[in-house]
């Protein structure tokens, strides 16, 4: 499974260097489907609450949020940090996702969960694969850029 994604040449799995890695996510969403969901039924696809954006309680198993959350061998979230920002016109809607995180298999981990083949061992998908579908994608590595003990320019490593 491709989940749209292209890695780039420099791509490196390893994380042997500091750095992040970075997805970057075209989705396009089916708007008229969504349109003829209820509240309750549209937010049990997002796992929240469409007045103020709560997370649900309890929460649906195939919900986003439910499905979209990665957790460590120890059972606690590892999040990412992530942005979307939603576009449209007469002919397309959709959410443009980025995403960073320093390890990659955490990312990978979030987007084989949303498709049902993730790490928790539940096979159910996402709901809002029911809705939508991502039709481009990359994952990029960003290197740290070192000169002697010093960082340069804006680059932190955090690992």
């Not at 292209?6 to 490196?12: D, E, M, T, V």
């Not at 396009?28 to 509240?39: A, I, N, Q, Y």
């Amino acid at each position: 499974m491709h989940f749209g994604l292209h890695p780039s040449p420099s791509f490196r799995k390893d994380n042997q260097e500091p750095g992040t890695t970075v997805l970057v996510q075209k989705w396009l969403v089916e708007m008229e489907k969504m349109r003829e969901l209820t509240v309750p039924e549209g937010e049990a696809v997002y796992g929240r609450s469409k007045l103020k954006g709560h997370k649900l309680s309890p929460l649906p198993a195939r919900s986003h949020v439910a499905r979209n959350q990665f957790y460590g061998p120890d059972g606690k979230a590892i999040d990412i940090v992530r942005r979307n920002a939603y576009f449209g016109d007469v002919k397309e809607a959709g959410v443009m996702f980025i995403g960073f995180s320093n390890n990659v298999d955490v990312t990978m981990g979030m987007l084989k969960q949303m498709y049902g083949i993730g790490p928790d061992g539940i096979a159910k998908t996402d709901a809002l694969l029911d809705f939508s579908r991502a039709v481009s994608g990359w994952l990029i590595t960003v290197r740290c850029i070192r000169r002697g003990v010093r960082e340069v320019g804006m680059v932190q490593d955090f690992s």
